[in-house]
Nanobody
Framework: QVHVVESGGGSVQAGGSLRLSCAAS????????MGWFRQAPGKEREVVAA???????TYADSVKGRFGISQGHAKNTLYLQMNRLKPEDTAVYYC??????????????????WGQGTQVTVSS
């Protein structure tokens, strides 16, 4: 059984930094797709950054140049370094993983496994 767990959320002032971590356990192989998504109150879930099986990285335009996604040395681990945070980055951040070869890294609807989410709050 696959479990996805995020950690590292919290509250910071605008301009600050946070680092989110994600570990997906319970599968023998590396995931084809892993990504970070976020959902703010009253808004739809959106992609923040994602990596596909070809190691292609995609960022949302709103975070380019400020956020960095990376994979850990351990299998199925993922990080999101968030710098120069803005109040509009406030949301619940979710890590997602999928082992289906047809997954689309930037599409939330194509992920089967999700973490419980971690709150990120940025104050002005």
């Amino acid at each position: 059984q696959v479990h996805v767990v995020e950690s590292g959320g919290g509250s910071v002032q605008a301009g600050g930094s946070l680092r989110l971590s994600c570990a997906a356990s319970g599968h023998a192989f590396n995931a084809y797709c892993m990504g970070w998504f976020r959902q703010a109150p009253g808004k739809e879930r959106e992609v923040v950054a994602a990596i596909d099986s070809d190691n292609k990285i995609t960022y949302a335009d709103s975070v380019k140049g400020r956020f960095g996604i990376s994979q850990g040395h351990a299998k199925n681990t993922l990080y999101l370094q968030m710098n120069r945070l803005k109040p509009e980055d406030t949301a619940v951040y979710y890590c997602a993983a999928d082992w289906d070869w047809s997954c689309i890294a930037t599409s939330s609807g194509r992920y089967k496994y999700w973490g419980q989410g971690t709150q990120v709050t940025v104050s002005s």
